[in-house]
């Protein structure tokens, strides 16, 4: 799970590289082609009999995709063009109290003190990367950076659902499985869009470099990413599974710093201690209360 994170954290710097030389909905039917064609050869050749998806299973597998593989993709790789990758990987990890705010409101799960305040530090950490960083500019002339900020929380909501949806389906298909079709989903939801921009895009501009970009994004991040996280979240409680999306901010932080030259402020560091002590007293608390697994388990029961 740490080096599914690992992955994630890296997925910023790459989709900054990517975005500028590849438009958003094009990248993304690319990155979900490849990825899916490679997951299916891959499911073919290991799962037999090949699995057999009952109608709840697609449904499942639709909001999960919709969820957290297009609106995340989406949310992500146009956030980055209007925030800085460091900032992006801090925002995305405050992911474990996101899943309890859903929890919360939609799976009538009560959170304790110490629970609300964890998500406060995170909120505050939040607050922090903007409010002490002298990197106030914007990236993109004429749109302020918090709209960035804004696209970027809206992936963590997208990863959220696509942790909380791959649990419910955990116990019913393998973790290859499970990422194989969110990718081939996510590749149909993406296809028109990227058909669009196809049309107009000159497929002559791109470098060898920036073609592999897109490799790295669909085997890397797609294939091993995704087998390796469902395959951790298959194995223990999501309240524990959460932790291990701290990881993201350290990745992001550490590889935007060495590739992309960054500039480490202070208020990075006061964020990420704060956001990461969020990540802490959530999910220790969490620990001990019923795991999320059984409450979605009686929800579906219902």
């Given at each position: 799970?740490?080096?599914?994170?690992?992955?994630?954290?890296?997925s910023?710097?790459?989709?900054?590289?990517?975005?500028?030389?590849?438009?958003?909905?094009?990248a993304?039917?690319?990155?979900?082609?490849?990825?899916?064609?490679l997951?299916?050869?891959?499911?073919?050749?290991?799962?037999?009999?090949?699995?057999?998806?009952?109608g709840?299973?697609?449904?499942?597998?639709l909001?999960?995709?919709?969820?957290?593989?297009?609106?995340?993709?989406?949310?992500?790789?146009?956030g980055?063009?209007?925030?800085?990758?460091?900032?992006?990987?801090?925002?995305?990890?405050?992911?474990?109290?996101?899943i309890?705010?859903?929890?919360?409101?939609?799976?009538?799960?009560?959170?304790?003190?110490?629970?609300?305040?964890?998500?406060?530090?995170?909120?505050?950490?939040?607050?922090?990367?903007?409010?002490?960083?002298?990197?106030?500019?914007?990236?993109?002339?004429?749109?302020?950076?918090?709209?960035?900020?804004?696209?970027?929380?809206?992936?963590?909501?997208?990863?959220?659902?696509?942790?909380?949806?791959?649990?419910?389906?955990?116990?019913?298909?393998?973790?290859?499985?499970?990422?194989?079709?969110?990718?081939?989903?996510?590749?149909?939801?993406?296809?028109?869009?990227?058909?669009?921009e196809?049309?107009?895009?000159?497929?002559?501009?791109?470098?060898?470099?920036?073609?592999?970009?897109?490799?790295?994004?669909a085997i890397?991040?797609?294939?091993?990413?995704?087998?390796?996280?469902?395959?951790?979240?298959?194995?223990?409680?999501?309240?524990t599974s959460?932790?291990?999306?701290?990881?993201?901010?350290?990745?992001?932080?550490?590889?935007?710093?060495?590739?992309?030259?960054?500039?480490?402020?202070?208020?990075?560091?006061?964020?990420?201690?704060?956001?990461?002590?969020?990540?802490?007293?959530?999910?220790?608390?969490?620990?001990?209360?019923?795991?999320?697994?059984?409450?979605?388990?009686?929800?579906?029961?219902?």
């Amino acid at each position: 799970m740490t080096i599914a994170m690992t992955t994630v954290g890296s997925s910023f710097v790459v989709g900054k590289w990517i975005t500028e030389s590849f438009p958003v909905f094009l990248a993304s039917g690319l990155r979900y082609g490849l990825a899916s064609a490679l997951m299916l050869i891959i499911l073919f050749l290991i799962e037999k009999p090949f699995p057999k998806l009952t109608g709840k299973h697609v449904a499942t597998l639709l909001l999960l995709s919709l969820t957290g593989v297009f609106g995340f993709s989406v949310l992500l790789l146009y956030g980055v063009q209007y925030t800085s990758a460091t900032e992006s990987g801090i925002i995305t990890s405050t992911s474990p109290m996101v899943i309890s705010l859903i929890s919360f409101f939609f799976l009538r799960e009560r959170l304790s003190r110490k629970q609300w305040l964890g998500i406060l530090f995170a909120v505050c950490g939040i607050s922090m990367i903007h409010l002490f960083t002298s990197e106030t500019h914007e990236i993109v002339p004429g749109v302020p950076r918090w709209v960035g900020t804004l696209l970027i929380f809206g992936a963590v909501i997208g990863e959220a659902l696509f942790t909380i949806f791959g649990k419910v389906l955990s116990g019913k298909l393998s973790p290859l499985t499970i990422a194989t079709f969110a990718s081939l989903i996510g590749f149909f939801m993406f296809l028109p869009f990227a058909i669009v921009e196809a049309l107009a895009f000159d497929f002559t501009k791109p470098t060898l470099s920036d073609w592999m970009y897109i490799v790295y994004y669909a085997i890397v991040i797609t294939v091993i990413g995704f087998v390796l996280w469902y395959y951790g979240v298959s194995k223990v409680p999501v309240s524990t599974s959460a932790v291990f999306t701290g990881v993201i901010a350290v990745s992001a932080l550490v590889l935007s710093y060495i590739f992309l030259h960054e500039r480490f402020e202070w208020g990075h560091l006061i964020g990420i201690v704060l956001v990461l002590s969020g990540i802490f007293i959530t999910s220790k608390q969490a620990g001990k209360g019923r795991s999320l697994q059984d409450n979605t388990k009686t929800e579906l029961q219902a």
